[in-house]
């Protein structure tokens, strides 16, 4: 089946520090794969994404790589700002429904 | 406005009522889906939408629940005889077709005592 593992949290990192959350998918088929973001408060935003391997989705200074041969989609921002601060999901979407499987979140908190 | 909007956005019920839910799209969007989310969990799909048509169901959809988009538009999701293991977020997306991005709204969180 389909499925998507995401690093365990709560992260905790300092303003300016490096930030990476993992992120490795299962799939039937040629996924696409994306970063959602949940802000306090807030609903679900599309961060990034990509719809290929190789491809590189990028936003808001955030990167993430598809790598077909790890099966990964690595969230990266070189220097994290306190307005980050919220929870970041991955997730998959496969041909057909094109329905959303999402991991369990990343719950991320910057501190000044 | 050009989001998706979902009332009610909180919703608190008795074991055993019924209580449903609306999603309006954002205009034009012909895929609409709705997902439950419980705390510390992602999202999961419960069904979708094409236009009018109900395509898919998930197992977690049980014959308590049922969805509707009568006319292509808004949909409602409806929850009969609750139990408190309904307690989650009620999270509806809308895309413009096949392949395209799904737009969330806020979600209704619903809470079952």
């Known amino acids: 089946g389909n499925s998507v593992t995401q690093m365990e949290g709560p992260v905790t990192l300092s303003e300016e520090a490096f930030l990476t959350i993992n992120c490795t998918y299962t799939?039937?088929?040629?996924?696409?794969l994306f970063w959602y973001v949940q802000y306090p408060g807030e609903g679900l935003q599309l961060l990034l994404k990509?719809?290929?391997?190789?491809d590189k989705g990028s936003n808001k200074g955030f990167e993430a790589t598809y790598r077909k041969e790890t099966t990964s989609f690595h969230l990266e921002k070189g220097s994290v700002q306190v307005s980050d601060s919220a929870v970041y999901f991955c997730?998959?979407?496969?041909?057909?429904?094109?329905?959303?499987?999402f991991g369990q979140g990343t719950r991320l908190t910057i501190n000044p | 406005d050009t989001g998706v909007s979902q009332n009610p956005r909180h919703k608190i019920t008795k074991r055993g009522q019924n209580v449903t839910f609306r999603c309006d799209p954002i205009s034009e969007h012909n895929r609409l889906y709705w997902y439950r989310q419980t705390l510390g969990q992602g999202p999961e799909f419960l069904t979708y939408f094409q236009n009018e048509a109900q395509l898919e169901k998930s197992r977690l959809l049980s014959d308590r629940f049922s969805a509707e988009r009568p006319k292509g538009s808004f949909s409602t999701l409806e929850i009969q005889r609750t139990e408190q293991g309904d307690s989650a977020m009620y999270l509806c997306?809308?895309?413009?077709?096949?392949?395209?991005?799904?737009?969330f709204g806020p979600g209704t969180r619903l809470l079952v005592l």
């Open positions: 990509a719809t290929k391997a190789d």
């Open positions: 799939a039937t088929g040629y996924p696409s």
């Open positions: 997730a998959l979407s496969v041909s057909g429904a094109q329905k959303l499987v």
């Open positions: 997306a809308s895309s413009l077709g096949v392949r395209e991005t799904q737009y």
